[in-house]
C-alpha cells in the first residue's frame, strides 16, 4: 500500500510532506495523523531541514476528519471510551501544536479544500499559499459540535480579526480563494504552479541563517501572546543578543563586503 504521507526534498533543506489519501481528499485518520506526528518530529531533530511545505496529494489538502471512521489514536485499547475519545481529540490538536512548535517555518500549499482539521493545519502554519481551486471552512459546526475545535478559534481571530473569525465560526460557510486572499487568511493565490510557489518561498527561508529563521518563527508566535509592547521588546533584545553570538553574523557581513551569497551552516 502506498504510505499515507509523502516525503521529498523538492530543493536543498526543504522538506515537503503530502498527505496522501487522494480519493477521500485526504480526509484524516489516525494512521495519517500518526504519520504526520513521526515526520514532523523527526523534521525537529533535523538541522539540515530549513522549511517544510504541507500540501494534499489530489484535489484536496485535507477536508477534516474522516467521518467513515477516524480510528484508534496510539495507547487506545477500547476499555474507556471517554478516555479513548479523549486521546483521539488529543491525537489531532497536538498536531496543530506540533507545527508552531516546530522550529523550522511551515508553509501550507492548500491545492483544495481545507475543512475542520484541514483548516486547523492551514491555520496552524506559518504561511498559507493557495490554489484557485482552494476553499475553507471552519465546518465542525455542520456535524453537530463546537467550531471551537483544533486551535481554531485562537488562530482564526489573530490572522484574520476577531469580527471576521465570529462570522465564518458561527456560520460555517465556504470561503473561496480569492476571498480568503482578501482577507487576509492566504498570502497569495496562483491559479497554476501552486508547489513552485510554496517551493520558491521555502528555498527563500532557506538560503537564511537558520537560527535567525527559528528565532523569528518563535518571535513571531510569542508576540501572539505577549500583553505589552514593553514586554515585547524585551524579549526581541534578548533574542537579538543571542542571535550576535551566532555563526550567521559574522558569514553575513563577510559576504555582503566580498560580494557573494552567504552560505549558512546547519
Not at 475553507?136 to 490572522?159: E, H, K, Q, Y
Not at 456560520?171 to 480563494?177: F, H, L
Not at 509592547?229 to 542571535?243: C, L, N, P, W
Request: overall charge negative; aromatic content about 4%; some cysteine.
Amino acid at each position: 500500500m502506498a504510505p499515507v504521507v509523502l516525503v521529498e526534498d523538492p530543493a536543498p533543506h526543504v522538506r515537503q510532506l503530502t498527505l496522501n489519501r487522494p480519493e477521500q481528499l485526504n480526509a484524516m485518520t489516525a494512521e495519517l495523523c500518526e504519520a504526520l506526528h513521526a515526520e514532523v518530529r523527526a523534521i525537529a531533530a533535523d538541522r539540515a531541514c530549513r522549511a517544510v511545505i504541507i500540501t494534499g496529494a489530489g484535489r484536496g489538502f485535507c477536508a477534516g476528519l474522516d467521518l467513515r471512521g477516524y480510528g484508534a489514536a496510539p495507547g487506545n485499547d477500547g476499555s474507556d471510551e471517554p478516555r479513548d475519545r479523549l486521546t483521539n481529540q488529543q491525537h489531532m490538536s497536538t498536531l496543530v501544536l506540533a507545527l508552531r512548535a516546530l522550529p523550522q517555518p511551515v508553509i501550507a500549499a492548500v491545492n483544495g479544500p481545507a475543512a475542520g482539521f484541514g483548516m486547523a493545519l492551514a491555520l496552524g502554519s506559518d504561511i498559507r499559499y493557495a490554489s484557485t481551486e482552494a476553499v475553507f471552512r471552519v465546518a465542525f459546526i455542520n456535524i453537530g459540535v463546537s467550531n471551537c475545535d483544533m486551535g481554531t478559534s485562537w488562530l482564526l481571530p489573530r490572522l484574520i480579526g476577531a469580527s471576521r473569525a465570529h462570522e465564518l465560526m458561527l456560520t460555517g460557510r465556504r470561503v473561496g480563494a480569492q476571498e480568503a486572499l482578501a482577507i487576509g487568511l492566504v498570502a497569495d493565490v496562483v491559479q497554476e504552479g501552486l508547489l513552485e510557489r510554496a517551493q520558491r518561498a521555502a528555498s527563500e527561508i532557506a538560503a537564511l541563517a537558520p537560527w535567525g529563521v527559528r528565532l523569528t518563527k518563535q518571535g513571531m508566535w510569542a508576540a501572539l501572546e505577549i500583553p505589552s509592547e514593553r514586554t515585547a521588546v524585551e524579549y526581541e533584545d534578548r533574542q537579538q543578543i543571542m542571535a550576535t553570538f551566532g555563526q550567521a553574523p559574522p558569514e553575513a557581513v563577510a559576504a555582503f563586503l566580498e560580494k557573494r551569497p552567504a552560505e549558512f551552516a546547519d
